[in-house]
């Protein structure tokens, strides 16, 4: 396996793992976990999308 396809691998576990976070805090009604989850989920996604497209662009020229 590339090594870049092992860090979208981890970046979309670690979507996973928060998007399941967010489903304890809603059991353990905490907004707190649940607030951090969320963030998570949007810098976990964010960095793939954004690594994703680099790896693209690059590979074009």
Do not use: H
């Amino acid at each position: 396996m590339k090594k870049e396809n092992l860090l979208f691998l981890l970046l979309a576990s670690i979507t996973v793992f928060c998007i399941m976070i967010i489903g304890v805090a809603i059991a353990e009604r905490s907004v707190l976990i649940a607030c951090f989850a969320f963030i998570g989920i949007i810098v976990a996604m964010g960095l793939g999308f954004t690594l994703k497209k680099r790896a693209r662009e690059s590979s074009e020229i």
